[in-house]
């Protein structure tokens, strides 16, 4: 399989600019995930790595060959779109060896492609059939199947799950990454999603405004985020960004020891303590999920999110105190960007 590399690559229209010199190397037979809210320059970027848009300036680079000025089909690159992208009177066998007639290949090595994938992804009894007699999953399958045969270098996914409901995404996540794993591929996968970022990529890479606002292993990006953007925006529920004022939790006269703009915990991180320790707060709202209870408590001026377990009893309204770990406090500047 093949690197992919982008130097520089900008992207604009006239005055208005999806992306900003970015700068990205993905090691071969990686899954990187492009992670990033609507326009933010994600798919885009995708599609400028595929051929599918032209950058405005930087290079793209696969497996070391400039491919910037190539066309899609000279890029050895394969597609998985959103929507599938199925002929509806082609079969099953017919759509995964389409790509295959066109570039003529030989009708025999095509048929044993197309039967490989098929046994690799649980198509060999559905063949015959068209796409309008399969699931959702299943037409996924026969979409990837497509881009599997054509033994691209680099196999590129534009939110591929996004129409499959909550259980089919989370089987359909776990047999995507096996296969990834399985066959070395390296993989370029866009989604808004921070659960299937951090649940399958050996990297990710957050967009923000057409920028790279952080990228690394998604336990880096959980741990350690570079902005409070990507405090916000990676973890469930998201990390809790307190003001300072002085020092202190703003609108109160709590202090808290760090000399920052903003004091971030995640409410996972956050346990309720025994009167007298840690800080006072009052709970605005309880949510009970089972194994977990999600209390909303206001602390000065600031709201605080606790991530707890769910059998404690505790309601709106009530006093409480908390406490966290020093090791568990992110200070970050007024800019928001980290303090090391």
């Not at 970027?45 to 793209?60: F, K, Y």
């Not at 006093?319 to 928001?336: N, S």
Request: glycine content about 10%.
């Amino acid at each position: 399989m093949s690197s992919v590399e982008l130097a520089g690559v900008a992207k604009s229209w006239g005055e208005s600019t999806a992306l900003h010199g970015v700068n990205l190397t993905i090691d071969k037979a990686s899954f990187c995930v492009l992670l990033g809210p609507s326009g933010c320059g994600k798919s885009t970027t995708l599609r400028i790595i595929a051929g599918l848009e032209s950058a405005s300036a930087g290079q793209v680079l696969i497996d070391g060959r400039d491919v910037t000025a190539l066309p899609p089909a000279q890029r050895g690159i394969a597609m998985v779109f959103q929507n599938y992208a199925l002929f509806p009177h082609l079969s099953v066998a017919d759509n995964i060896g389409f790509g295959l007639s066109v570039r003529k290949v030989p009708p025999a090595e095509r048929e044993k492609r197309v039967k490989d994938a098929a046994d690799l992804l649980g198509l060999s009894a559905l063949l015959a059939r068209k796409p309008s007699q399969l699931s959702g999953g299943q037409q996924q399958r026969v979409a990837l199947g497509r881009a599997l045969v054509a033994q691209a270098q680099v196999c590129l996914m534009d939110e591929p799950l996004s129409n499959l409901d909550a259980q089919l995404r989370q089987d359909m996540r776990r047999e995507l990454r096996e296969l990834q794993r399985q066959l070395g591929l390296t993989v370029i996968y866009v989604t808004h999603d921070q659960t299937e970022a951090m649940s399958m990529a050996d990297q990710v890479v957050l967009l923000h405004r057409g920028r790279v606002e952080q990228a690394g292993p998604p336990r880096e990006l959980y741990a350690q985020p570079a902005t409070t953007f990507a405090a916000r925006f990676i973890g469930t529920p998201p990390m809790n960004l307190l003001a300072l004022e002085g020092g202190h939790i703003a609108g109160s006269s709590i202090r808290t020891g760090i000399a920052a703009a903003t004091l971030g915990v995640r409410p996972e991180a956050v346990h309720l303590a025994a009167p007298g320790e840690g800080i006072g707060a009052v709970v605005r709202s309880a949510e009970y999920l089972g194994a977990d209870l999600v209390l909303h408590c206001a602390v000065g001026t600031e709201s605080l999110l606790v991530r707890t377990q769910g059998q404690h009893r505790v309601e709106a309204g009530m006093p409480v105190h908390l406490a966290w770990q020093a090791g568990d406090t992110h200070g970050f500047d007024a800019e928001g960007q980290r303090i090391h």
